[in-house]
């Protein structure tokens, strides 16, 4: 299981694990696996806004492959 890592996380920061429901935001289909942040940055207003925006825009890799082969035929 693939887990997804948001921020940035020190050598000897403790790692936290979020078990989060994402979907695709093309497709729909729910994507196995979660996220993981620092423990510090996961407590910040900053990650609040990133993870916000990360499922808004979230593509699975199908849908993404799409997408990037789609542009580059043009």
Not at 8 to 28: L, M, P, Q, R, V
Not at 48 to 68: A, N, V
Request: charged content about 35%; some cysteine; hydrophobic content about 30%.
């Amino acid at each position: 299981m693939q887990v997804m890592i948001i921020g940035k996380i020190s050598d000897n920061e403790k790692k936290i694990k979020f078990d989060a429901n994402i979907h695709c935001t093309n497709c729909g289909k729910q994507v196995p696996g979660g996220i993981k942040a620092g423990e510090q940055y996961s407590k910040t207003n900053e990650f609040k806004i990133e993870f916000e925006e990360f499922l808004k825009k979230y593509l699975c890799g199908i849908c993404r492959d799409k997408k990037r082969l789609g542009k580059t035929k043009n």
